[in-house]
């Protein structure tokens, strides 16, 4: 089995977990859920945490096969595109990608020449594949519920890099009321999840720390199945969906939803840009 690295990356701003992850042997990677830098209030974008990922990459010699997003990102804008221009390097998401796209082309009215088959990103995955990195294995793992297409990546089947389904022990499990979600179809994901050995690394991509503690990204699967807050064992799938579904129904939806949503449906790009070459996002009103 071939030895990795992994590099956990902050953005404090939405509380974003991105990694390069590494083949040691053949310094080949992928970099999962990186985030671009967006100011709301002035509908500026930055690439300064991006740099920060580059920057560590290049240091490391590092040759970036994939950038690999674990769906599409409701609280942050993807910066995909700059590691595809930056190092070539292909972009992938669930093959599920396409119901969301469907849903929120009608809920954003996008323009008729966005097309919701998943073109605009160089592969859809499906459950099961195997993504070959170097000598690192990447096993796909279809684990909806958040949204439909989130995935899980497995590597070497000892890593998962688990997106928005586990966080960490104390703070619990993902929402589940965007379009397309479901908190049942979140507990039987979760429970594939958790029928991985005791011993699996488990990396989430966010964390909302608890009070008294500062952010963690790694736990196990032991961990989660022993503490956390709402799917250790013993936890029955109607205890679930009953506690998901009536938190849910209190939080506020995420401050970036509106842009994240409309670009990260297209692979991280902007709309298109008007005849004078202006770009412009939408906000559709009493819709979510």
Same mark, same amino acid.
């Given at each position: ?5 992994? *590099? ?8 974003? #977990? ?14 999962? &859920?990186?985030? %671009? ?12 945490? $991006? ?10 010699? %590092? ?10 990102? $409701? ?13 070539g390097a292909q972009i992938g998401i669930g093959a599920q990608i396409t119901q969301v796209q469907t849903i929120f082309k009608q809920v954003f009215n996008?323009?008729? *020449? #966005? ?13 099961? *594949? ?16 958040h949204t439909p297409a989130d995935l899980a990546y497995l590597v070497n089947e000892e890593t998962a890099f688990v997106g928005d389904t586990l966080f ?9 009321? #965007?379009?397309?979600?479901? $908190?049942?179809?979140? #507990? ?10 005791? *011993? ?32 250790? &064992? ?13 938190? &849910? ?8 939803? %509106? ?30």
């Amino acid at each position: 089995m071939s030895q990795i690295h992994v *590099e956990a990356f902050l953005d404090k701003d939405s509380e974003t #977990f991105s990694y390069v992850v590494s083949d040691i042997a053949s310094k080949h990677a992928v970099i999962i &859920d990186p985030v %671009l830098d967006f100011d709301y209030k002035s509908g500026r974008t930055a690439t300064q945490s $991006a740099a920060v990922i580059l920057s560590y990459i290049q240091q490391q010699h %590092l040759i970036v096969d994939w950038v690999l997003e674990t769906h599409a990102h $409701a609280d942050h804008l993807s910066a995909a595109p700059y590691f595809k221009q930056q190092l070539g390097a292909q972009i992938g998401i669930g093959a599920q990608i396409t119901q969301v796209q469907t849903i929120f082309k009608q809920v954003f009215n996008l323009e008729k *020449e #966005f097309l919701p088959n998943g073109a605009q990103f160089d592969r859809l995955f499906h459950d099961g *594949e195997i993504i070959q990195v170097g000598t690192m294995q990447i096993r796909v793992m279809h684990t909806p519920g958040h949204t439909p297409a989130d995935l899980a990546y497995l590597v070497n089947e000892e890593t998962a890099f688990v997106g928005d389904t586990l966080f960490m022990p104390d703070v619990g499990t993902s929402r589940c009321d #965007f379009p397309g979600g479901s $908190a049942s179809t979140l #507990f039987h994901s979760i429970s594939r999840l958790l029928a991985l050995p005791a *011993e699996t690394k488990i990396y989430v991509c966010h964390d909302y720390p608890t009070k008294g503690r500062e952010h963690h990204y790694q736990t196990t699967v032991g961990a989660q199945r022993q503490h956390n807050i709402h799917v250790r &064992d013993g936890v029955t799938e109607a205890q679930f969906v009953a506690m998901r579904e009536a938190r &849910d129904a209190m939080l506020a939806m995420p401050r970036l939803i %509106l842009p994240s949503i409309q670009v990260n449906i297209r692979a991280g790009h902007m709309p298109p840009a008007d005849e004078q070459g202006k770009v412009y996002l939408k906000l559709p009103i009493n819709q979510l």
